[in-house]
Nanobody
Framework: QVQLVESGGGLVQAGGSLRLSCAAS????????MAWFRQTPGKEREFVAR????????YYADSVKGRFTISRDNAKNMVYLQMNSLKPEDTAVYYC???????????WGQGTQVTVSS
């Protein structure tokens, strides 16, 4: 089993920054990649960013490209999402997830709330 725990969410003004963290644990933790998603009430979960675990190749949703940066620390089993120039429409619960090579996300964290005020 794999456990993922997100942290770092909170309330920030538009234009501000937040850094989300995702701590992974479990004997079977050896993902192809990691990803961040977000979800607001009444909407489907939305892909935000992903990173391959070994090589660190990244990919972003158009809505966050140039503002968000995903990174990982393999030694610590940590994944981060640096969010700059935040907008009210970035308000959501943010989830980290493991990612298989097929693209499927098979383990999920419990989420952390990000609220951006205008």
């Amino acid at each position: 089993q794999v456990q993922l725990v997100e942290s770092g969410g909170g309330l920030v003004q538009a234009g501000g920054s937040l850094r989300l963290s995702c701590a992974a644990s479990g004997r079977s933790f050896n993902p192809y990649g990691m990803a961040w998603f977000r979800q607001t009430p009444g909407k489907e979960r939305e892909f935000v960013a992903r990173i391959t675990w070994r090589s660190g190749v990244t990919y972003y949703a158009d809505s966050v490209k140039g503002r968000f940066t995903i990174s990982r620390d393999n030694a610590k089993n940590m994944v981060y999402l640096q969010m700059n120039s935040l907008k009210p429409e970035d308000t959501a619960v943010y989830y980290c997830a493991t990612r298989r090579q097929s693209g499927e996300s098979n383990y999920w964290g419990q989420g952390t709330q990000v609220t951006v005020s205008s």
